[in-house]
């Protein structure tokens, strides 16, 4: 493979050198951290699974595992390769993807990242020709191209290879690498472009080429899924506009299966937000244009990312991850079309909640040798005064009521405490649940309050979403509301407004409503 485009300098672009004798410091019951997971089948049915731990949270210690199994997915090997670029950071490696190509070659991609990840991504492949043997011979790790890639490429019907990546948070950051030679040399394309910077969020852009030749390009948003569309092979795009399927600002997963169907795998019913659970299967069988069935595949809060494959009889083998920090396992589950368009098996195919691994690290110590940040903390002077009127009774619709402490939990599907807590919001109560959406009824008229990032702090700020609602700002200064390694961007403001009686209260990703 050759980069055909200069990438900048960085430490996150030198090749890692692949372990494939990983020692103890590897095992399970060292990593307190781990999900994002991809899986295929070579051509002779051994499946590969991946993803990546290490650290506490997606943090500078993180590093790709890769398994395998010869029994339908019964029993997993021990770890087949670790990548890690960089024990100490702060080099990360993280996004890991397989894909079987055309020829049945297997390919495992991967990101490389300093600072987080977002600022200088670089994505890797190496490759075996062997992939239904137990021990493989891979090839080197190369730099493949400068983004982000975690979702698989797609095969063009003139053979191009059409690689989906992403450069976070930029104009034009969903990224269309193309390989023409069989993925010996890849160059950037085409980009296209979610036009509102409030609208990113992490892209992890897919690329379904339709029955008349047209690209389809779905792409993760702060509102969903958002489409875009070319005509001319991937070098220009339509702008990223809202899809007619609703979701969370999560992982989806979209493939052409054998029959010519689609199968799309989201969270929770085709027009609702339910958070990270509830994944869900459906299949189109009109290119995209209407989606039928809805087989339920893991109903639970903190399931996450759903990567998969198909075999040659049909059956499709699909992994995903469940709770990163506390019980960290990998999923895999199978089923075919049948089951989905019947919403329930009917097949003898259907097999849930096969355990791929559990990590069992104890989550207990601070993200490591991260350099403390400085915070500049802003006093909100230009806010209202914090009112001293009853609090509203509040009913939840999406999670539960918790009293308001430091160290308490704050998000259902994140590990995320309480960090700092004002004088003036002890006694409170808040409504836990998911970081993507929480919901409440007003049953009794008064004051509620809400905690998110001011605009400008984070992309996920409510703020702007706020104020058109009604709600002003507190005179109460900035906190830290919970603590992580992008520690400035979890600094919040607080706002308020008088509910009505009868009034609902919906807010997105992410704030905490206090009452």
Request: charged share 25%; with cysteine.
């Amino acid at each position: 493979m050759a980069l055909a485009e200069e990438s900048e300098s960085s430490a996150a672009a030198i090749a890692p050198t692949a372990n494939f004798a990983p020692g103890s410091e590897y095992d399970d019951s060292a990593r307190m951290f781990q999900g994002i997971s991809g899986l295929e089948r070579s051509p002779g049915g051994r499946l590969w699974a991946t993803w990546y731990g290490g650290g506490v949270t997606e943090d500078r210690h993180n590093y790709i595992l890769l398994v395998s199994s010869d029994d339908e997915g019964k029993t997993w090997s021990e770890n087949k390769v670790v990548i890690d670029p960089d024990k100490e950071g702060p080099v990360r490696a993280f996004d890991p993807c397989p894909w079987v190509d055309p020829s049945g070659k297997l390919w495992l991609f991967w990101c490389q990242a300093t600072r987080g990840g977002g600022g200088d991504p670089h994505t890797f492949a190496m490759t075996t020709e062997n992939p239904d043997d137990a021990q493989p011979k891979w090839s080197a790790p190369q730099l493949v191209h400068n983004g982000v890639m975690m979702c698989k490429p797609t095969a063009l019907a003139n053979g191009d290879w059409l690689l989906p990546t992403a450069i976070w948070g930029r104009d034009h950051s969903c990224r269309v690498v193309a390989s023409t030679d069989q993925g010996k040399t890849w160059s950037l394309r085409g980009t296209a472009n979610v036009p509102a910077a409030k609208d990113r969020n992490c892209d992890e852009p897919m690329i379904v080429q339709r029955k008349n030749g047209e690209l389809w390009q779905l792409v993760r948003t702060s509102y969903g899924i958002g489409e875009s569309h070319s005509t001319d092979g991937g070098k220009t795009w339509t702008a990223v506009t809202p899809w007619n399927i609703r979701h969370t600002a999560s992982r989806f997963f979209i493939r052409r299966l054998q029959s010519g169907n689609l199968l799309l795998v989201k969270h929770g019913p085709l027009h609702e937000k339910t958070g990270r659970s509830h994944l869900t299967a459906y299949l189109s069988k009109d290119d995209g244009q209407s989606w039928e069935g809805g087989l339920l595949l893991d109903e639970r809060s903190g399931v996450s990312y759903p990567d998969g494959a198909e075999s040659q009889d049909g059956v499709v083998y699909l992994t995903y991850d469940y709770d990163r920090q506390g019980q960290k396992y990998i999923y895999m589950t199978t089923f075919t079309e049948a089951d989905v368009l019947a919403k329930k098996p009917v097949s003898d195919h259907v097999r849930q909640r096969l355990v791929i691994n559990q990590a069992t690290g104890l989550n207990t110590r601070k993200a490591a040798k991260a350099k403390p940040v400085k915070i500049e903390f802003a006093s909100n002077d230009d806010g209202a005064p914090l009112s001293t009127a009853s609090a509203a009774e509040i009913q939840p619709q999406i999670g539960e009521i918790q009293p308001l402490e430091l160290g308490v939990q704050l998000f259902t599907d994140r590990n995320y405490k309480l960090h700092d807590l004002p004088k003036t919001l002890s006694g409170k109560r808040f409504v836990q649940s998911s970081i993507e959406k929480s919901s409440v009824k007003c049953t009794a008229a008064g004051v509620v309050l809400v905690v998110t990032p001011s605009e400008g702090r984070n992309q996920d700020s409510l703020s702007d979403d706020l104020l058109k609602q009604g709600f002003t700002k507190v005179k109460l200064s900035e906190f830290l509301l919970f603590s992580e390694t992008n520690a400035p961007g979890n600094v919040c403001t607080t706002y308020q407004k008088n509910l009505k009686e009868g009034e609902t209260l919906e807010l997105g990703k992410w704030g905490v409503i206090l009452f």
